[in-house]
């Protein structure tokens, strides 16, 4: 025989059926051993999934941040030229100050136009900064709060609550949501704490 088979007998044969039987087994073992395919697309779904949720929650703080810091730049962007006006303002009620009452009441025709002119020039330059967020504090009657009041000197008063404002010396500004300038008081000393004098007039 020239056959190779047949040259080496049935134990040739034999033996590569059992090569080939081996060979089908370790596709099977590998095929099992791979991931499903369906999992391998569903995570990597839930991966990108994930990414995009961060990318979107990233863009809308970028978003809210940059609105923010816009509309703090338009408002605060004046905060130098309003505190400069402010010390033009403070210089005008200065000066009407200095005109004493009776020469007012005495005045003639040229200083009482002259008078009138500089208040409204005054209240113009406060109306024009009000427009733009500047607001005048009121603090007379209020307790006093560092966060606005700067505390000048205090008055003895047992008749008001003490740490009350009773006195305005510089009028204070706030813009937007901040202190431009604090105002300048003085406050009450020596009456009753805010909390009794409340509770003493709760009880009345």
Do not use: C, W
């Amino acid at each position: 025989m020239t056959d190779e088979t047949n040259k080496n007998g049935p134990d040739a044969a034999a033996h590569e059926n059992e090569a080939s039987a081996f060979e089908d087994v370790a596709d099977v073992a590998e095929e099992a051993n791979e991931p499903d395919p369906i999992e391998v697309l569903k995570a990597e779904k839930a991966d990108l999934t994930d990414r995009l949720m961060r990318l979107a929650a990233e863009m809308d703080n970028l978003r809210r941040r940059t609105e923010r810091e816009i509309k703090d730049a338009k408002v605060y962007s004046v905060s130098g030229f309003a505190r400069d006006m402010l010390g033009v303002s403070d210089n005008l009620r200065r000066a009407l100050d200095a005109v004493p009452a009776e020469t007012r009441a005495s005045a003639d025709a040229a200083l009482t136009t002259l008078l009138e002119g500089v208040e409204m020039t005054e209240r113009s330059m406060l109306s024009a900064l009000e427009r733009h967020g500047v607001k005048k504090i009121e603090p007379e009657g209020e307790k006093f709060d560092p966060n606005f009041h700067q505390a000048m000197f205090e008055v003895p008063n047992p008749n008001v609550p003490n740490n009350t404002v009773v006195q305005v010396v510089q009028a204070g500004f706030t813009i937007g949501e901040r202190v431009l300038r604090p105002a300048m008081v003085g406050v009450a000393k020596g009456g009753p704490k805010a909390e009794v004098a409340a509770e003493a007039e709760k009880n009345a």
